[in-house]
């Protein structure tokens, strides 16, 4: 078994058909988790409310046992004590949305993803959205996807570059599926969990993707994940005034609950003192009882957006129902539980779209709808700054393909107030929160953020500065260096000579003249200095080998000038045979071919 296990690997991790199999195949597991996640929150909604969408029915008791509608305060609780204890056992420091947990492994941890992140995620944001928690769905179908991902990646001894390839796989399939969004799935996993397009991968991401839509659509019905039951245009280019206006309010309003997020993260962190599972424990029950007096809030939320577009609120509603929203959906992901920020973002763009569609509807040829759509693309683009997934997300979920003028246009107003007005997104400053950063150009270079503690050898000999300058040379062509450090009787470093420095003094001073009497070469460097200093010491000093000195003075050991040119050497040959790997088949056998011939 084992060979073929071996040939099997060896086929993904170097043939383009390889990948593209594994590709469909995880689009394929990951849509079949899609579809069980959706019915796991419906099931557990059903199941403490009686109703599987339970704002269509808010404030009635309790579907089937008939229970007072004051039961609702006691479902966030219920579900906090069941999934709190596992996250805090199994995954500790994983609470919250889970979109900048899978963009700083991917890129910061080469795409490896814990394999139980995937379970204990599905397990916790089922009973978490199921229970009315004030989330979207699209953190934790993220983070499965990609952690699915990572482990089938990991198991095969993928490549970093494939493992990181396969999580963006898992991820926009997860995106896909849920969604019914192929092309924003793909979009996604480029923009967001990437961060960067390659037209080869780009490929296989989109095999992923539409199979897991494909997967979804043989459970669910293939329409728009926000069917508007009407076709909607904008009659007059007049309108586009509007749009801009509307798209600015909107951006402001998603910037305004990127902020309110972490606001909430801090007051909750300052006020709350105990153990961290009881955490969301406590704060569901303050959940629970805002749900109480707001129900139409339960749970993702939905088919109150859909009321929104649809123009079933007056303003004051929409707008107190754009409020509660993002207090509630800050609150919920603050406390600890599982869910994403996308569905929350999208809902406060709807309203705040759809409150200033209806204020400037006198002077609007068009629907008060088309403000509320575009206000979903403008409010998401500036709290992510996605513009490829803002556009394309929000006309595959409405199916309004006429809108992606008006989107482009508010999308891109949007992105450039977030850029104007902010330094992070709402991704990105959880991590900058605890230090974290995505893009680090000192690791993008061939030695990386390599110390001097990781280069170095132990020094092959210490020389004492009481030998004579003849002592030193055959001490020093015994060794086999060019250059070595001299210390004290303490054992402290002094300074370092070089056999040019030794014919220079011997023809000088003389063969019995001490190395305490002669300059040393003082060029040394600290455990963590980077690569970028070593070698800057080295050219300076023209030693071949730098000591390495600790805080005590003593010589930790010896950095060598080709012992950095061979890591080089190697980092430039990987990547060089990693391009071949890329290359088609067709290629590689037209080069087999060629030096086939050659040899001949």
């Not at 796991?40 to 309790?62: K, Q, R, V």
């Not at 959940?287 to 303003?315: A, H, K, M, N």
């Amino acid at each position: 078994m084992a060979p073929e296990r071996s040939r099997f690997s060896s086929f993904i991790a170097t043939s383009l058909a390889g990948l593209t199999v594994l590709s469909i195949v995880l689009g394929i597991a990951v849509g079949l988790v899609s579809v069980a996640f959706h019915y796991l929150i419906n099931g557990w909604s059903y199941l403490m409310t009686g109703f599987s969408d339970y704002p269509a029915h808010a404030g009635d008791a309790h579907g089937f046992l008939g229970l007072s509608p004051v039961f609702i305060i006691a479902v966030p609780v219920i579900s906090a004590l069941l999934y709190s204890p596992v996250v805090e056992h199994f995954t500790p420091g994983s609470r919250g949305h889970a979109v900048p947990e899978v963009m700083f492994f991917v890129r910061r941890k080469g795409g490896r993803i814990p394999g139980r992140n995937a379970l204990v995620k599905l397990f916790a944001a089922s009973l978490t959205l199921g229970g009315g928690g004030n989330a979207g769905r699209e953190g934790p179908i993220v983070m499965i996807g990609a952690a699915i991902s990572s482990w089938v990646g990991t198991r095969l001894g993928l490549s970093k570059q494939r493992l990181m390839f396969l999580c963006a796989c898992g991820a926009a399939a997860g995106i896909a599926a849920t969604f019914n969004a192929p092309l924003a799935g793909a979009c996604f996993a480029v923009e967001l969990i990437l961060g960067v397009l390659s037209a080869e991968y780009f490929a296989f991401i989109v095999f992923s993707s539409v199979s897991a839509s494909l997967v979804a659509q043989q459970f669910f019905p293939n329409q728009a994940s926000i069917p508007l039951g009407q076709s909607l245009d904008l009659f007059s280019h007049s309108d586009y005034i509007l749009v801009t206006i509307g798209a600015v309010v909107a951006a402001l309003a998603g910037i305004a609950f990127s902020k309110l997020l972490y606001l909430v993260w801090d007051g909750i962190n300052l006020l709350y003192h105990g153990k961290d599972w009881f955490r969301p424990v406590v704060c569901s029950l303050l959940l629970g009882i805002f749900l109480y007096f707001f129900p139409l809030l339960y749970g993702t939320g939905e088919s109150v957006q859909l009321r929104v577009l649809s123009g079933d609120f007056p303003v004051w509603m929409v707008l107190a129902l754009l409020g509660g929203r993002a207090l509630g959906a800050s609150f919920t992901i603050s406390m600890g539980g599982a869910g994403g920020v996308f569905g929350p973002t999208l809902f406060v763009g709807a309203c705040a779209g759809a409150a200033f569609g209806q204020v400037v509807q006198p002077w609007s040829a068009s629907s008060t709808a088309i403000y509320g759509v575009v206000g979903m693309g403008a409010a998401f683009a500036a709290a992510s700054r996605a513009p490829l997934t803002a556009v394309f997300i929000i006309i595959e979920m409405t199916r309004q393909y006429s809108l992606i003028l008006p989107m482009m246009l508010a999308v891109g107003i949007a992105t450039g107030i977030s850029l104007f007005m902010t330094r992070s997104t709402i991704y990105t400053q959880k991590l900058h929160r605890r230090g974290d950063r995505l893009s680090d150009p000192v690791s993008d270079t061939l030695l990386g953020r390599s110390t001097a503690s990781d280069l170095m050898h132990e020094p092959p000999q210490l020389l004492s500065q009481e030998l004579t300058l003849a002592q030193a040379e055959r001490a020093l062509e015994n060794s086999g260096e060019t250059s070595l450090a001299v210390v004290d009787s303490q054992g402290e470093f002094q300074g370092s000579v070089s056999a040019l420095l030794l014919g220079h003094e011997i023809d000088k001073r003389g063969e019995d003249t001490p190395l305490r009497d002669i300059s040393l070469t003082a060029a040394f460097c600290t455990p963590t200095e980077l690569p970028s200093q070593i070698l800057k010491e080295l050219v300076e000093s023209s030693l071949s080998n730098l000591p390495v000195v600790g805080r005590s003075q003593e010589v930790l050991g010896y950095v060598r000038g080709r012992d950095l040119i061979v890591k080089l050497y190697r980092q430039q040959t990987r990547a060089l045979n990693q391009r071949e790997l890329g290359d088609s088949l067709g290629c590689r056998i037209r080069k087999r071919w060629r030096n086939h011939r050659h040899h001949r």
